[in-house]
């Protein structure tokens, strides 16, 4: 017993670099399944044991991929962001199903959202005029 616990510790401190961001990728799991259990709720789904399962297989594969790419930047390639990289796919799409989740719930999609608010004030300024800053460049480029 007295093993194991030291073999658990060791491994504890090996991984104490990539622990915050394993429990980011936890907690985006955790919301995930919340508002998707919710949506299925709201329409009348019924929730079922393989999509359970699913979610609980993501805390593992996510969590061996993060470590995967940690080690791999730590030890072989550490010129390249793996980690970050990696994360960043797998934080998208958790934050993608939230979404689409709560568009479920409310009818309403964030981005579309996101969009039109934008639309509505003075950004939409800004936005169109680095658009055409960017066409009159791209023109006098080619020209």
Do not use: C
Request: proline share 3%.
């Amino acid at each position: 017993m007295d093993k194991v616990v030291k073999l658990i510790f060791w491994l504890l401190t090996l991984l104490s670099p990539v622990s915050a961001l394993m429990v980011t990728m936890v907690f985006l799991i955790i919301v995930d399944f919340i508002t998707g259990s919710y949506a299925s709720f709201k329409n009348h789904v019924p929730i079922r044991s393989a999509r359970i399962g699913h979610t609980i297989s993501k805390f593992f594969i996510y969590n061996l991929v993060i470590m995967a790419a940690f080690f791999l930047e730590e030890h072989i390639v550490n010129e390249v962001p793996f980690l970050k990289i990696i994360a960043g796919f797998i934080a998208i799409a958790e934050i993608k199903s939230i979404l689409e989740n709560y568009n479920q719930i409310y009818g309403i999609n964030p981005f579309k959202a996101l969009v039109n608010l934008i639309k509505l004030t003075a950004l939409k300024d800004t936005i169109e005029s680095l658009t055409k800053d960017e066409q009159t460049n791209k023109n006098i480029k080619t020209k």
